[in-house]
């Protein structure tokens, strides 16, 4: 008998990581810290030269190149209903975003594709002498939907902190380290509301994708992404 508990323990310990293997090899890495595959400026065939992988296997914009810059896409694929995981973070005044649903032929990718909001809250507003809405602050649906500041928890500055958004068409959720922040329907009646009043109001084409490409966005800012993955 109590030669069976060793036995019985280590067959319950091989059938965990099969399982953990199971479940992480689901995920599909845009990004892994080693190469930049896949990853090219919108509308464009090849990474802009301003993109680079720093020392610590961080995608970041390095915004000294002048040549350099524009917002990128991961162009290998293109997702519609996804779970997407990353880590990022920003400077003193840093601003950026997280894009999806991203269609090419447009002027930009704002105006088509819905954003989740990587910004400075604490200080941007100080900095640039620019009051921040809620609606532009860190984890909201860029100009649509609010994230909720009793949810929300930034590392300081200069930190890394972790991103989840989960899209599917009856519900979309936003993750802010470990929290959700923030969930909407797209495509509902209050969602089409929220856009005729907004800012995407002259945006014919804003949100109507549903399928399309991840993007990230270069904001003249210098921003540092890793661990990029989906399911």
């Given at each position: ?40 400026a919108y509308n464009e065939d090849s990474l802009p030269s301003g993109w680079i992988i720093d020392d610590e296997g961080a995608l970041t914009f390095n915004k000294e190149d002048k040549a350099g810059g524009g917002d990128i ?159």
């Open positions: 008998m109590s030669n069976s508990i060793p036995i019985l323990f280590f067959v319950i310990f091989i059938f965990s990581c099969n399982n953990i293997t199971k479940e992480n090899s689901d995920w599909v890495y845009l990004f892994d810290g080693t190469t930049t595959n896949g990853w090219r896409i991961y162009g290998l694929e293109e997702f519609e209903n996804f779970e997407l995981y990353l880590e990022w973070k920003l400077p003193i005044g840093g601003n950026s975003g997280i894009f999806y649903h991203i269609k090419e032929g447009f002027n930009g990718i704002a105006q088509i594709a819905p954003e989740y909001q990587l910004i400075d809250d604490e200080n941007y507003s100080k900095i640039y002498n620019y009051e921040l809405q809620e609606w532009q602050q860190t984890a909201s649906d860029y100009s649509m939907h609010t994230a909720d500041p009793k949810q929300k928890v930034l590392k300081p500055i200069g930190e890394w902190n972790t991103t989840k958004i989960r899209f599917t068409p009856e519900l979309v959720e936003h993750w802010l380290n470990g929290k959700k922040v923030l969930s909407f329907v797209p495509w509902s009646d209050d969602w089409y509301k929220r856009k005729a009043d907004g800012k995407w109001k002259n945006s014919t084409k804003y949100g109507s994708f549903k399928r399309g490409y991840i993007g990230l966005q270069d904001h003249d800012s210098p921003i540092w992404f890793r661990n990029i993955k989906i399911l």
